[in-house]
T-cell receptor, first 112, second 108 residues
Framework: DADVTQTPRNRITKTGKRIMLECSQT?????MYWYRQDPGLGLRLIYY???????NKGEISDGYSVSRQAQAKFSLSLESAIPNQTALYFC???????????FGSGTRLTVV | RKEVEQDPGPFNVPEGATVAFNCTYS??????FFWYRQDCRKEPKLLMS???SGNEDGRFTAQLNRASQYISLLIRDSKLSDSATYLC?????????FGAGTRLTVKP
């Protein structure tokens, strides 16, 4: 089993729909992150969490929300999906934030 | 100016060639630096951390120049399997900032 698991792997949804992307990890890391990747822009941080009671906005949090249900689970929601949220979404974990990140295999989201 | 800037490439090199990528960063107070490798449609994977004194891992050498605010990655004796996008990552004020990546294609 992967250390960081994202579901679904691929999703096509319609504009205005609510969608949730899920991430779970078996690494025991406290820190979890959601990023989106667009061609030519690199990964951009959406939200991050340092423990279950800690939620922080990243660079591009508008239009997204998150929930840290447990140390191992961190989900990302799009309340009302729009086409410019079409992207590749990655969840990541780390121990201290100064170390390297472990990424999930990504969710490819298409909003039509 | 982008916080982390990389030449997007693509770099097309023959097998066995030596290739080098540079990355510049904007925050002089940045403390930690990394190179990640990302295969097409896959997740980024940590290739190596970059230390002040420079470090080597097999065919890969990473260097940091704090005065000029850039890091580099050198790949010697390129293999077909080195074809990927290489992401420069800089920790700025506790946040990881990713470059957009440099694409490398190694050809037979």
């Amino acid at each position: 089993d992967a250390d960081v698991t994202q579901t679904p792997r691929n999703r096509i949804t319609k504009t205005g729909k609510r969608i949730m992307l899920e991430c779970s990890q078996t690494k025991g890391h406290d820190r979890m992150y959601w990023y989106r990747q667009d061609p030519g822009l690199g990964l951009r941080l959406i939200y991050y969490s340092f423990d279950v009671k800690d939620i922080n906005k990243g660079e591009i949090s508008d239009g997204y929300s998150v929930s840290r249900q447990a140390q191992a689970k961190f989900s990302l929601s799009l309340e009302s999906a729009i086409p410019n949220q079409t992207a590749l979404y990655f969840c990541a974990t780390s121990v201290t934030g100064q170390d390297g990140y472990t990424f999930g295999s990504g969710t490819r989201l298409t909003v039509v | 100016r982008k916080e982390v800037e990389q030449d997007p490439g693509p770099f097309n090199v023959p097998e066995g060639a030596t290739v080098a990528f540079n990355c510049t960063y904007s925050n002089s107070a940045s403390q930690s630096f990394f190179w990640y490798r990302q295969d097409c449609r896959k997740e980024p994977k940590l290739l190596m951390s970059v230390y002040s004194s420079g470090n080597e891992d097999g065919r890969f050498t990473a260097q940091l120049n704090r005065a000029s605010q850039y890091i580099s990655l050198l790949i010697r004796d390129s293999k077909l399997s080195d074809s990927a996008t290489y992401l420069c990552v800089v920790n700025m004020d506790g946040d990881m900032r990713f470059g957009a990546g440099t694409r490398l294609t190694v050809k037979p």
